[in-house]
């Protein structure tokens, strides 16, 4: 754990250069806008350690699989996000000698994420070995009003001296991914286009041939007046720059703005990429730095007017907090139902930069609460457009008649993960995507979506389960074998209750689904049935394995049992695991983990945080005091889920210490990794932890249900909301709960056991309340 990052409420901040911290910190202080992000690399030449990644969404690269020995049914390939051509790029020479952090004396440095208004900042002093100072200051963001561009302003002051500061704006095609299975490079220059004072280079990404052009335009300032003097260029197959120099005078500063846009040939033609990128570059060349930047600044006021969270009394949580909406913002827009979540976002390499189930079982809510419908809506209609391929995943692996196993790891559709322990055997996924349906349908109250879109995958998702268990003459059960569960510190297990219980429920909600469809929208139901060639036997068959699944439970305990066996192990509880054996995944053998009792993130608890309204207080008490204490945390995704069932269970000092763990997990680098990129999907469960854990919201037949606490750290917090066309602003305070609307519907709020109806334009207080569910 690190502690490094200055607290305070509207910025991330960290003083002084510490190169041993440098790749946390370009991980951190990484900006984006949902169509391209960055690391924060620095703008100057550094030839320290660093991770160089610009990112542009849905472009990627099928990095050809590499396994110790090949099972039937591994992919052809992994997708990977891709490092895309460095735009940001300014190299300068003070009397010919290169400034670069790792060789100059850096005498201050600062670096600021300035979340309110959206861009990066950075300043330092520094003093080259002959004795001249320079003084820099950077500003940089990626725009959200223009959404292929960045733009830089890069200042330096000759402090102590007169001499030449040379300037070299430049895009550099030419990177690698740190993350490539065969060390390949995964693009090849396309063509190139220079101009006065710009430059578009176009590059191609290798078997997927996605191009991309990225153009730079610039201007140079000195004195406060826009110098115009003569630059010259230069190229190579992949690169292109221009170099300009400026005598500056002792106590003076050198401006460049420089201007960038990435298009993709995912979002224009390929004969038109150049043309509208130098397009695109003259109109923000025209808007000019100062503009795009106030623009930046009111676009990020509107989001944050729709989805801060406010935490009075508690610095470090506020900060948290607000960097975890920030981040999530970044990376995911919704309006390309292309596009989704990875879990680092566009602020690292692992992962893949794929979808995960992460999306459908933690981020959707924070886009439901906090955004326009069709931001969550995208994310549901993404799967929607993948089922064909999630219906040939399924027929790779012996499945058959439309049904469907969406994959663990996915840029398009097609399956890219090859573990056989997780890519054919962590098929809950599966469930959180059908999950996804029924939670966004409770939350909009859109059922039309159903028939539109969401049947037909709960079909192939219904089909799949059916045929994945079997019937257990011995147990005169339906079981489920050879699954990885969410915990995947156990593999290839039998009945694993969560999966059991997820499985089923995708039944049960099919079949509603079914009828629903069947009396709303007849016309829409005949065709669905037509379409997808549904029997009568099947959804018969759905109705008997619901009737007739085995679910392993412990009757003295009175818990689920996570898998058959469970009980088999040794059952230590994990503070007894000495400290320098954590995390278990770096220190133990992978074999010595699977035996252990060990839990890698919410499993069981999963289960019960997801269809809560299923189980009654005492049983999730009792499995909760059961599986927490045995469960490590290894995964970001877990603590969140145990900060909602603790505030759940009124353990509020628990439900707080999650709470932490999840929010500041990456400035904090609690487990050093943030290094690699951030945790996005667990900052939706950051979101959750406090608007589900403190505050206990739920939907409940079109209601919003509270039951708050406030953690004893904090005097007050205050969250937004919006729903069915109401905003909420909800304030929690020791002593009450006030509701305002500012939105165009009315809104009920149920606390306390009453209903209370906040119109629009109204604030309604809920005086003392209590912790009660
Ligand atoms: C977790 C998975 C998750 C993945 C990506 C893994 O460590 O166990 O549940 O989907 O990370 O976030």
């Keep these: 754990m690190k502690n490094y990052i200055v607290h305070d409420e509207w910025n991330i901040i960290e003083t002084g250069f510490d190169p041993a911290l440098n790749k946390i910190s370009e991980s951190i202080f990484s900006i984006g806008n949902g169509r391209m992000g960055q690391r924060a690399n620095f703008e100057e030449h550094y030839s320290g350690e660093s991770l160089q990644g610009s990112y542009i969404a849905g472009v990627y690269y099928p990095d050809k699989t590499r396994v110790g020995w090949w099972k039937n049914g591994y992919p052809e390939y992994f997708a990977k996000v891709l490092n895309a051509a460095n735009w940001i790029g300014i190299d300068i020479d003070v009397d010919g000698v290169p400034l670069d952090l790792n060789t100059v004396e850096v005498i201050h440095f600062q670096r600021v994420l300035h979340m309110q208004e959206g861009y990066l900042s950075r300043r330092f002093g520094a003093r080259f070995s002959d004795g001249k100072e320079v003084e820099v200051e950077a500003v940089r963001f990626c725009s959200l009003v223009d959404n292929e561009c960045g733009a830089v302003r890069y200042r330096i002051t000759a402090k102590n001296f007169s001499g030449k500061i040379q300037l070299r704006p430049y895009v550099d095609g030419g990177v690698r991914n ?218 790779k692996l012996g499945f058959s008649g439309g049904a469907a196993l969406y994959p663990m790891v996915t840029m398009d559709g097609e399956e890219c993960h090859n573990e056989w322990e997780i890519t054919f055997e962590e098929i809950h996924r599966n469930g959180a995507i059908a999950f996804a349906i029924y939670n966004y349908i409770r939350y909009t109250g859109d059922t039309a979506y159903l028939a539109e879109y969401g049947l037909e995958v709960l079909i192939g998702i219904a089909r799949f389960w059916a045929q994945r268990v079997n019937w257990s003459e011995a147990r005169k059960r339906y079981v489920m074998l050879g699954v990885t569960g969410p915990n995947e510190y156990e593999n290839n297990v039998n009945n694993n209750w969560y999966t059991n219980t997820i499985a089923s429920w995708c039944l049960s909600y099919t079949l509603d689904a079914l009828s629903e469809v069947q009396q709303s929208a007849t016309g829409q139901y005949a065709a669905i049935v037509a379409k997808t060639a549904l029997q009568a036997s099947e959804t018969g068959l759905w109705a008997a394995i619901i009737d007739k699944l085995y679910y392993p439970v412990d009757e003295a305990r009175g818990i689920f049992l996570q898998q058959d066996g469970f009980l088999d192990k040794e059952l230590v509880p994990a503070a007894a695991i000495p400290a320098d054996q954590r995390p278990l995944n770096q220190h133990w053998s992978w074999d010595r983990i699977l035996r252990s009792c060990y839990i890698k993130q919410a499993d069981v608890l999963q289960g019960l945080y997801l269809l809560e309204d299923r189980f009654d207080i005492e049983t999730i008490r009792r499995n909760y005091d059961f599986y927490e204490p045995l469960t490590v945390h290894e995964s970001s995704l877990s603590p969140c889920v145990h900060a909602i069932l603790a505030a759940k269970l009124g353990d509020e000092a628990r439900a707080y210490q999650f709470y932490l763990r999840t929010a500041r997990l990456d400035l904090d680098d609690y487990n050093n990794d943030t290094e690699d990129g951030l945790h996005i999907t667990s900052m939706a469960g950051t979101w959750m932890s406090i608007v589900e854990g403190f505050a206990g919201m739920r939907v409940r037949d079109g209601r919003l249900y509270f039951s708050p606490m406030l953690p004893k750290q904090w005097q007050a917090y205050t969250f937004k909301i919006k729903f069915r066309g109401a905003l909420l602003t909800v304030h929690v305070t020791p002593t009450r709960v006030n509701f305002s609307n500012t939105g165009e519907q009315a809104a009920t709020v149920h606390v306390l056991g009453r209903d209370h109806e906040v119109g629009p334009g109204s604030t309604t207080a809920v005086p003392k309340y209590e912790h009660v569910r």
């Excluded at 490539?180 to 280079?201: D, M």
Aim: glycine residues 6%; charged residues 25%; aromatic residues 12%.
């Design 178 to 395: 740190a993350d490539s299975n065969y060390g390949e490079l995964f693009w090849e220059p396309v063509s190139k286009h220079i101009g006065a004072r710009r430059a578009t280079l176009t590059m191609r990404t290798k078997k997927t041939d996605f191009w991309v052009a990225t153009g730079m335009a610039y201007e140079v300032f000195y004195g406060g007046a826009r110098l115009s003097q003569q630059e010259m260029t230069i190229e190579r197959d992949d690169y292109v720059a221009k170099s300009v120099s400026v005598a500056a005078s002792a106590g003076q500063t050198v401006e460049i703005r420089k201007y960038a846009v990435n298009l993709s040939s995912e979002n224009h033609p390929k004969s038109e990429l150049v043309n509208r990128a130098e397009q695109l570059l003259g109109h923000v060349v025209v808007k000019g730095f100062d503009r795009l930047l106030a623009e930046q600044a009111d676009a990020w006021a509107l989001k944050w007017a729709e989805s801060d969270i406010r935490i009075e009394g508690d610095i470090a949580a506020q900060q948290a907090i607000r960097f975890n909406i920030f981040q999530l913002n970044q990376t995911y827009t919704g309006e390309d139902d292309r596009l989704n979540i990875g879990p680092k976002g566009f602020t690292g390499e692992k992962y893949g930069g794929s979808t995960y189930w992460d999306t459908e079982a933690y981020c959707l809510p924070f886009y439901l609460a906090t955004a326009p419908r069709q931001v969550a809506r995208n994310l549901l209609v993404y799967r929607y457009k993948h089922l064909p391929k999630a219906i040939a995943n399924a027929e």
